[in-house]
């Protein structure tokens, strides 16, 4: 699903723009995932395909866990080993370099201080925050099967460790559904000192009992949306819309999307909320290789490029790679 060199091989696109700087604040590495391995030989393939891509975040993906231990300190081996991946990649500092590490940890646990902890010491200076997700959904279409409990937003204690994060200085990243935007904006109110980033757009949607419903979850989501950008401790991140569940058909194709396709089927999605949040709250994102099904990597980065041409050069600037350094401190 996540491999797929020689169906993508099929299309290739001039890259646009090939000197403006990139910080791509949302990637997985992995071993046998969808049936194949995205480690750093492969990201470096796709950061060094044209787009001038010089860090990187690591996306929590629940891979290399420690087997062993207590519970709350199993998902520290996933940030041990991606800062050994790190550390390796600085040996060729002409490549891109993963920057920043966003962790797993349950907030609700508590042992989450001493989970932060451990954290911070095996990441080598590069852990930034943590994503626990909201997702939950129960329709059997869905390709990534969510893990989270429906109601985990409104547990009082899962909002204690949003709150937590934001007193010592960390961010949330949150992924959840388009259905969930509310959920977040309870959270979101109940953690206000917490920088929180939504991932995905909130994942609009597409399969099993959402196919063909495209216009009408597009001004449901609009509606909150624009609640959620109200809370000023909210920042979006533009990209993760070509994943199966998006429901475009783009990894059904017999050759992968265009920038072009891309931009006529998604620009709505990201302008609005380019619109809503402005762009220093706002960072392009790749989500690969999740998105390697539907999409090469140089052609998302042309796709985002031809939805900034109409902002200014400061706006394109802080939406490639200013408003990442920013939130993540990078």
Known sequence: MFGRDDWLAQFSED???????????????????????????????????????VETMFMECHWSYR??????????GETETVAAVADAAKQDPSKSQIAGIIAHTNLRAPELDAALDAHVEASKGLFRGIRHALAYDTDDALFIKPRQPADLYALPEFQAGVRRLGERGFTYDTWNYHHQIGQLLTVARAAPGTT????????????????????????????????????????????????????????????????????????DWYHYTIDLFGPDRCMFESNFPVDRASVSYHVYWNAAKKIAARYSEAEKTAMFSGTARKVYSL
């Open 67 to 76: 087997k062993d231990g207590p519970e709350h300190l199993k998902s520290v």
């Open 196 to 267: 929180i980033i939504l991932d995905h757009f909130a994942t609009p949607l597409g399969v099993g009992q959402y196919a063909g419903k495209r216009a009408e979850i597009f001004e449901i989501w609009k509606r909150d949306m624009n609640d959620l950008a109200q809370c000023p401790n909210v920042h979006a991140k533009l990209g993760g819309l070509a994943m199966p569940d998006n429901g475009w058909g783009y990894d059904a194709q017999d050759k992968p999307a265009t920038s072009d396709q891309i931009v006529a089927d998604q620009g």
């Open 15 to 53: 890259i646009l723009e090939p000197e403006r700087e990139i910080v791509d604040p949302h990637h997985h590495l992995w071993i046998g995932r969808g049936g194949s391995d995205y480690l750093l030989e492969h990201l470096w393939k796709d950061t060094g395909s044209g787009h001038n891509v």
